[in-house]
């Protein structure tokens, strides 16, 4: 009886630890990669950490985590999720892509421990409770934009894992030491400003910000944009803005 109350709190806190996501919208050609083998995605079909998710030629879909948050992805574009789990009431979600256009939509969480982060080549980013688009260009360069809330970036090129601890590349006498260490907190971008690629380690955007890396990490571009400019003309950008009013975001 002891043993098989022991076995059903293991199962029940293993399925507690374990998160998802759903395909909650879909248009045109959404295939899933899982296991090394593809499918086609269909609306309300689950998934889960490992997953990859690459849309076609005028495709879009959107995937809501059991938290609530949600990521949406142009045509052309790719999304890995590396994690998505739970311990308590926080939640933590790591998503990745390689290539093309991700609108991500984060609800406020109700633990601070929570995290919310978008990994590409050349940025790191992870945020509580904001809404911002990650663009991904075929040379690996980003553009990052936050419409509200705020986000903190970090440098792939300068470190290893982001919030709160990083760790040195290489091991000792390799140009790292190997080891994890605290780093000074990120600062706030307080308008069009330049950043030189030796500043740029860690960076905290606000609402109608930006920040456009380079293929070689560099901090190409910073500072504030308009709602007026082409980039904000575009239907990808309309058409994520009605979506969050329909779904009263």
């Not at 609306?43 to 990521?71: M, P």
């Not at 090129?157 to 709160?164: L, S």
């Amino acid at each position: 009886m002891i043993k098989r109350a022991f076995l059903l709190l293991c199962a029940i806190l293993l399925t507690a630890a374990l998160a998802g996501a759903e395909v909650t919208y879909i248009v045109g050609s959404v295939s899933v990669f899982r296991g090394g083998e593809g499918f086609s995605a269909s609306l309300g079909a689950r998934l889960k950490g490992g997953d990859v998710v690459h849309t076609g030629d005028r495709s879009r879909t959107e995937i809501t985590f059991d938290d609530g948050s949600l990521v949406r992805l142009s045509s052309n574009s790719d999304l890995t999720i590396e994690r998505s789990s739970t311990s308590g009431l926080a939640t933590s979600t790591v998503v990745s892509s390689t290539g093309g256009r991700l609108w991500s939509t984060v609800t406020p969480f109700a633990d601070p421990a929570s995290n919310y982060v978008v990994k590409t080549p050349t940025a790191t980013a992870a945020c509580r409770g904001t809404v911002f688009r990650t663009d991904v260009y075929p040379d690996t360069s980003t553009l990052l934009r936050v419409y509200n809330g705020s986000v903190e970036m970090w440098n792939p090129m300068a470190a290893i894992e982001g919030p709160m601890f990083w760790e040195t590349e290489g091991t000792e006498g390799e140009g790292g030491t190997g080891e994890r260490h605290e780093v000074v907190g990120p600062h706030e971008v307080s308008g069009p400003v330049e950043v030189s690629e030796g500043q740029w380690t860690q960076l905290i955007l606000g609402g109608m910000q930006q920040l456009y890396i380079a293929p070689d990490g560099s901090v190409a571009a910073s500072g504030e944009f308009s709602p007026e400019d082409e980039l904000e003309l575009d239907e990808w950008v309309t058409w994520n803005q009605e979506r969050d009013a329909e779904l009263g975001r």
